[in-house]
C-alpha cells in the first residue's frame, strides 16, 4: 500500500514557475515509476509527465515538453514536478500516482493539488 500526498499548488503568474511535491509513504517507493496527471474544469484528466524508479528515463505529454521537469528523491520518497514558463492553459487540478504499466495503469492517486495561472 502507498499513500501519496501532493503540496505546492497555488496561483502563479502566467510565465511564472511552480514546484509540486508528491510524498510518498512506504519503503517501497523507490521500487515504483511515478507519474503525474492533471485535470482542468470540464476536462478528463491528462498525462503530464512520469518518471521511472531510478530516475533515469523520464516522458513528458507534448504540451509540457521544454517547460516541465519530472524528477525524484528516493531517499526522501518524493516525486517533484517543476514548472516553468506556465501558461493559463496549464491550471487544473494536478495528481500523482503510481504508474503502474505506462500508459495504462495508474494506482494510488493522491488528492491532487491545484495550481491556477493567471493571465
Known amino acids: 500500500q502507498v499513500q501519496l500526498v501532493e503540496s505546492g499548488g497555488g496561483l502563479v503568474q502566467a510565465g511564472g514557475s511552480r514546484r509540486l511535491s508528491c510524498a510518498a509513504s512506504?519503503?517501497?517507493?523507490?521500487?515504483?515509476?511515478m507519474a503525474w496527471f492533471r485535470q482542468a474544469p470540464g476536462k478528463e484528466r491528462e498525462f503530464v509527465a512520469a518518471?521511472?524508479?531510478?530516475?533515469?528515463?523520464?516522458r513528458y505529454a507534448d504540451s509540457v515538453k521544454g517547460r516541465f521537469t519530472i524528477s525524484r528523491d528516493n531517499a526522501k520518497n518524493t516525486v517533484y514536478l517543476q514548472m516553468n514558463s506556465l501558461k493559463p492553459e496549464d491550471t487544473a487540478v494536478y495528481y500523482c500516482?503510481?504508474?503502474?504499466?505506462?500508459?495504462?495503469?495508474?494506482?494510488?492517486w493522491g488528492q491532487g493539488t491545484q495550481v491556477t495561472v493567471s493571465s
Open positions: 500516482a503510481v504508474e503502474v504499466v505506462a500508459g495504462i495503469m495508474y494506482n494510488y
Open positions: 518518471i521511472n524508479w531510478s530516475g533515469s528515463t523520464t
Open positions: 512506504g519503503r517501497t517507493f523507490s521500487m515504483y515509476a
